[in-house]
């Protein structure tokens, strides 16, 4: 089975049981106009996720991997936002509102969706989430099981925000998490350090980090 050399420790893996997870790599948040940029957030910082993150997607694919996306947005009616989340600070423009690429997190919109170089093949599971944790509301969970996972190779955007959120929901559901270092992006390079950190301290208290190449090399 491939070992990967990761943070605390060896993360071993069986590619049968391993999903690869691609969260929320959507125009939103990672080009200007979106969701990212209305929260005052400069979105060029997650753009060179983008590039390490393809290779990965080729080499899960190559190697057989299910890959599942994530997309965080919301229903044309926001019937599925909560106030708490509609009216949260004083972003430029609010969920639902109309922007450069379509209304700002609503499904259907140009700005929702997946950058073209993540593209999902047309098999790849899309799941659509209300919140930042990607199994809230969602039926991630069912997938997965469905499907025998036990293990997730985690990526996308952002690292403190819907990474760990999601990588938290996962620990307490039983998934043993590998988050890739370079396949991850924050506005905030204090907060990528330490959402890293995070993971792994503790002899994995969340899970294990590890950089694409080491990775790869394995799979
Ligand atoms: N604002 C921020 O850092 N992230 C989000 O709102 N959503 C995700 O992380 N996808």
Request: aromatic fraction near 6%.
């Amino acid at each position: 089975m491939p070992t990967v050399d990761a943070s605390p420790y060896s993360f071993t893996f069986d590619p049968e049981s391993t999903a690869l997870l691609v969260i929320d790599m959507q125009r939103d948040f990672v080009e200007p106009g979106g969701f990212g940029e209305t929260l005052g957030n400069d979105v060029g910082k997650l753009q060179k996720v983008i590039p390490p993150l393809a290779r990965l997607l080729g080499a899960a694919r190559a190697a057989g991997l299910l890959v599942v996306h994530t997309r965080e947005g919301h229903l044309p009616d926001l019937s599925d936002c909560p106030p708490a989340k509609l009216n949260r600070g004083a972003p430029s423009m609010r969920i639902g509102d109309p922007g450069p690429k379509g209304r700002i997190l609503i499904r259907g919109e140009y700005g929702h969706d997946i950058v073209d170089d993540l593209k999902p093949l047309g098999d790849e599971p899309v799941i659509d989430k209300p919140g930042k944790g990607s199994f809230y509301a969602t039926d991630l969970g069912e997938l997965l099981a469905g499907k025998g996972v036990t293990s997730l190779i985690v990526t996308g955007v952002t690292t403190e925000v819907c990474v760990h959120t999601t990588v938290r929901e996962a620990n307490d559901r039983g998934f043993e998490c590998l988050v890739v270092s370079d396949c991850v992006g924050s506005y905030f390079d204090e907060f990528q350090e330490a959402g890293l950190a995070m993971i792994a301290a503790q002899g994995g208290i969340f899970g294990w980090v590890a950089p694409s190449d080491k990775l790869i090399e394995v799979m």
